[in-house]
């Protein structure tokens, strides 16, 4: 990082390699660079993450990649200076789709969601102890066709410290929204509500800071593949009961999922940043952004 702005970092499924990609956010060429093999066992898209626990200054890069039938945890040091990615526990061993992996507020702890056949299962790693293995949670639904896409959001329920579980999954050709009280690890999962039922692929999901009037919760927002258009969904946090908005067709030439991000790139002297999305088209890997 040289610049106001840090690198776009991403992961590429190419065959069986998954390939690790930056771009340097202080040029205004806005190149993208090959980086590092991850993988050459990989049969799904990978999903990664920076660790918020900083080491040397550069929290590690963590990455889930499905190989065969084991979803894989992978770790990148970013406080050594030759960039090995290195193969970590196995999450799972019956994995059948993409694993989805966030740092949750729960000491730091590690999450993940895959699909075992029609179930959708959370596994968790407890991070304040050195290789600590992986434990198997909740299934969250036994109806699941795809991957998950998932985050911790600022919902809160009552007095809880922690954020509630927000989950999109496919179930046929619906993609469908669960939730859970993460003040109450008792409480069952709830099933809140269908975002489209015309899914072909999963989705890629977030909370944003566009905010509808003064309400105190950004808004959901998220990218769904719906036949070959990548479709932009949000929803006005201001009123829970309000229904999910289908907003622009961000491509029609979409080939597979799209991922979405909320970048600190921003026009002018607003204060909402733009949204970049990258998605395959063919054999091409596109980035498209969004003034907001």
Known sequence: RSSQHGNFELLALEGNEVVHYWRDNSKSDFRWYRAEVVSQQATGNPWFIQNSMSVGGQGNFEAVILEGSQLVHYTRDNSRSDFLWQRGQVVSSQATGQGWIIQSDFGGNFEVMVPEGNQLVHYWRDNSKPDAPWNRGEVISSQVTGPASFIQSDFRMGSSQ???????????????????????????????????????????????????????????????????????????????????????????????????????????????????????????????????
């Open 162 to 292: 922690h954020g509630n579980i927000e989950v999109m999954v496919l179930e046929g050709s619906n993609l469908i929204h669960y939730w859970h009280d993460s003040g109450n690890m008792k409480s069952p999962w709830q099933r809140a509500g269908v975002i489209s039922s015309q899914a072909t692929g999963p989705a890629c999901f977030i909370q944003s800071n566009l905010r509808t009037g003064s309400s105190e919760h950004g808004n959901f927002e998220l990218v769904v593949l719906e036949g070959n258009d990548l479709v932009r969904y949000w929803h006005d946090n201001s009123n829970m009961r309000s229904p999910w908005q289908r907003a622009e067709v961000i491509t029609s030439r979409a080939t597979g999922p799209g991922c979405v991000i909320q970048s600190d790139f921003r026009s002018g002297a607003m204060t909402n940043d733009n949204f970049e999305v990258v998605v395959p088209e063919g054999n091409q890997l596109v980035h498209y952004w969004h003034d907001n």
